[in-house]
């Protein structure tokens, strides 16, 4: 029944005295008539803010995860508030350095990067590449006896730790295509076989163990997990990766990112751990800091059984609620503080029954067609995983300071949609 929580709400929400919603002192309704919908808002101060208070906790180690949310805006913001930038793979690569962040605070990662990833990597001098086969530390050296520059690289390990998050995402588990086992001995195998290659400079071991994780007695489990493998070796770098949870409906609470900084130092400091220590943080740098505009096109009562709230997006902007079951809440942006009792399944445009944003979403009572509605928290794994399925046009994303919104994608146009065919 009652409004949305303001803790969904970017940091520098607001409501007026006529209950509409100002973020970054815009207002929103208002951002939605002038860019068109779907449409993400991404309130810049929030994303520095998470930016700065990573840096603060983890210095040069803090580093952002490109897939969360990527395009040349957003790698210059994190970039100048100080942080490197993890990319998975030569696309991200691509933007990043289009974006002008020097190489060096650049991470490599990937479970199958390809030798013309690889060979880009080395030349443009990437800060770290981060290992994670026997295959790639073959191509590896095949480049630099080709002539390339050795690289500076870490060897990505996994703990055997199951994270409590969806199985999708969880990736510190022994049966997992990323990294080298730790129980199985291959970890120490491919450390060993870095350390000797004259191709590389083995400068640390890294571990993610998942995604969205809310308990931070995971992370020290990893930690006390990883000790003894690590200390022996006495390498400079430790990357705890990333995978700090956010909350994204009410009743969820998430750790910040300086509690979790606050238990990683502890931990390592119990278990001897004195290598820096570096983590890289996607979705709790960007996942709250931005909401999505849809327009509200038809209202149908399905008597007896529900009714349907269909906007004009879907799946192709939003794949999280089919991908994995995720929730998200609703409002409406012209009457924040509304009480919202209504139920409704707010739903997509694609054609298939399982394309729903909202499966039971609450609303106020006089929600209309032509209504601008909101989802908070769709800042992170919404833009970078959107398609064209059903060839509906992916949306544009604006920043939003200081009651001014800065157009940073632009909305793929029709003809856009064609651009591809040879
Ligand atoms: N580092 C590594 C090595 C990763 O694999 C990931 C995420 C991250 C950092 C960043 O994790 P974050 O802090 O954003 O949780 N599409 C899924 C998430 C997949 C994450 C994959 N790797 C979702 O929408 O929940």
Redesign the pocket.
């Known amino acids: 029944m009652t409004p949305l929580r303001p803790g969904l709400l970017p940091l520098t929400a607001e409501v007026g005295a006529d209950d509409r919603l100002r973020v970054g002192g815009c207002d929103v309704v208002g951002l939605a008539a002038e860019h068109g919908t779907p449409l993400f808002v991404y309130d810049e101060a929030h994303l520095r803010s998470r930016a700065r208070e990573a840096v603060a906790a983890f210095g040069d180690g803090a580093t952002y995860?490109a897939?969360?949310f990527l395009c040349r805006a957003m790698a210059a913001l994190v970039h100048e508030e100080g942080m490197g930038i993890?990319v998975a793979s030569g696309g991200e690569l691509h933007v990043a350095l289009a974006a002008g962040v020097p190489a060096a605070r650049l991470v490599l990662?990937g479970n199958n990067k390809s030798e013309g990833e690889l060979a880009r990597a080395l030349s443009v001098g990437v800060g770290r590449i981060v290992v994670d086969s026997l295959d790639e530390l073959d191509r590896i050296e095949a480049l630099v006896a080709a002539g390339a520059p050795a690289p500076r690289v870490l060897v990505r390990i996994t703990p055997g730790v199951e994270a409590h998050t969806h199985v999708y995402?969880m990736?510190g588990q022994a049966d997992s295509k990323f990294g080298f086992g730790l129980a199985s001995g291959a970890a120490a195998d491919a450390v060993a076989r870095a350390q000797a290659s004259p191709a590389m400079d083995l400068v640390g071991v890294h571990a993610?163990i998942g995604?969205?994780v809310f308990l931070l007695s995971s992370f020290a489990q990893a930690v006390e997990v990883l000790a003894d493998f690590v200390v022996p070796l006495g390498l400079p770098e430790l990357v705890l990766?990333?995978?700090?949870g956010v909350a994204y409906v009410e009743g969820e609470d998430a750790p910040t990112i300086s509690e979790w900084a606050a238990v990683l130092a502890k931990a390592c400091a119990e278990a001897g751990i004195s290598s820096r220590v570096a983590v890289?943080?996607?979705?709790?740098i960007a996942a709250d800091a931005a909401l999505t505009l849809y327009t509200v096109g038809t209202i149908k009562e399905v008597a007896g059984i529900r009714t349907y709230v269909s906007v004009d997006g879907g799946m192709s902007d939003n794949p999280?609620p089919v991908l994995?079951g995720s929730g998200y809440e609703a409002f409406l942006p012209r009457a924040v503080a509304a009480e919202r009792p209504r139920s409704v399944r707010v739903v997509g445009k694609h054609c298939e029954s399982g394309d729903v944003i909202v499966h039971q979403a609450r609303v106020p009572t006089d929600l209309q067609v032509g209504d601008i509605l909101a989802t908070p928290v769709t800042g992170?794994?919404g833009h970078s995983?959107a398609s064209t399925y059903n060839k509906v046009p992916r949306p544009a994303v604006v920043f939003v300071a200081d009651g001014r919104a800065r157009l940073v994608v632009r909305r793929e146009t029709l003809d856009d949609l064609l651009r591809l065919d040879a």
Do not use: I, Q
């Open positions: 995860a897939k969360a993890d990662h995402v990736t993610h995604s969205n990766g990333g995978g700090l890289e943080p996607g979705r709790a999280r994995y992170a794994y995983m």
